[in-house]
């Protein structure tokens, strides 16, 4: 039986440990800042409230990190130097230089990596990603995908709203798609990215629009938005090839919706979360998944040079939005062969 220690215990840590508790794994512990924000999963669980990362390392098997976007680099890098296995909340890291560098240490550690790109374990997006594969479509030409919510809140200490720490809404929210859009065409090659916030620092909302040109020839049209109010969560997908077409929509089967701004919102989670009609939770499904790849060494389906990827388009896209240039991408397999 693996033993678990959660980092974070927000919004995300709370949903992983759910997806935990519905496998042979013992959660053995929860790390947050204040610690006593961990003492009510800590209770749930009937696990311990660790005071620092040392004292849990010592006491697991794995490792799943929910901590802020910023945080991760170092935290990983002091798992893998103490040889636990790895769960990581997307994105991987802040940069591309610092995913390469947690890559590259799993790697040459024999450490497993797992990082936690849920959309890829959505039924609608995975049947579509299977269709595009088993040829139904022909050749992929043209993606369109959409992800709205609304801005991240939390009661204090707002890091979603600090690009430096979370990369906005080019990285937190719309890092997501690009790993689908990936997952659909292949590799990525030239990034072009727009978004509101950059123009009008001082918005309420946000909202971004990225293309991305693959090596394959497709073009995939990102939409992202923080700009609906709490707790809406939409989500679209389109994917056009040369023989057909796959459509979805997350509003299809709702009834009307009166969208209006209120202030507060205390009612909805401080992170938007996409919903699905399936009885069990993608991101239960996912963790079931992570935990037969770290016990049976099954393969996941997606890798850590998944999650590197994903990272490196997110900081083009940034990049992109503060030039208004594209960017092109340079492959970051060297090395990691």
Not at 46 to 75: G, Q, R
Not at 201 to 219: E, K, M, T
């Amino acid at each position: 039986m693996k033993k678990i220690g959660i980092v974070g215990t927000g919004f995300m840590g709370t949903t992983h440990a759910a997806g935990w508790a519905a496998t042979p794994a013992q959660i053995s512990g929860f790390l947050a800042k204040p610690q006593q924000e961990a003492s009510t999963l800590a209770k749930q669980y009937n696990a311990k409230n660790y005071p620092d990362l040392d004292a849990m390392l010592s006491d697991v098997d794995v490792v799943d990190i929910c901590s802020p976007t910023h945080l991760h680099h170092e935290m990983i890098l002091r798992t893998v130097a103490a040889g636990k296995d790895i769960i990581c909340e997307k994105p991987l890291a802040r940069t591309t230089k610092q995913a390469y560098e947690i890559v590259k240490a799993c790697r040459e550690a024999d450490v497993k990596l797992l990082v936690a790109h849920v959309v890829r374990f959505f039924p609608e997006y995975a049947l579509a990603q299977a269709e595009v594969a088993n040829g139904k479509i022909g050749k992929p030409a043209v993606i369109r995908l959409h992800r709205g919510s609304y801005r991240p809140k939390k009661p204090a200490g707002n890091w979603f709203l600090d690009e430096e720490k979370s990369g906005g809404i080019l990285m937190d929210l719309m890092i997501h798609d690009y790993d689908y859009a990936r997952w659909i065409a292949g590799d990525v090659e030239t990034v072009f990215a727009k978004n509101v916030s950059r123009q009008h620092p001082d918005a309420p909302v946000d909202y971004g629009l990225v293309i991305l040109g693959h090596r394959s020839g497709a073009i995939s049209h990102i939409a992202g938005s923080w700009a609906y109010p709490p707790p809406t969560f939409r989500t679209h997908l389109e994917i056009a090839g040369d023989r057909g077409l796959i459509e979805f929509d997350s509003e299809d089967t709702a009834p009307i919706q009166n969208l209006t701004l209120k202030s507060g919102g205390a009612d909805a989670p401080d992170v938007g979360l996409p919903a699905s009609p399936v009885s069990e939770s993608p991101y239960t499904i996912q963790i079931k998944e992570f935990y037969a790849a770290l016990v049976d060494g099954k393969t996941a389906r997606i890798t850590p040079e998944d999650g590197l990827a994903a990272v490196q388009i997110a900081e083009a896209a940034i990049q992109s939005a503060q030039t208004n240039q594209p960017v092109y991408l340079t492959p970051l397999d060297g090395g990691l062969k």
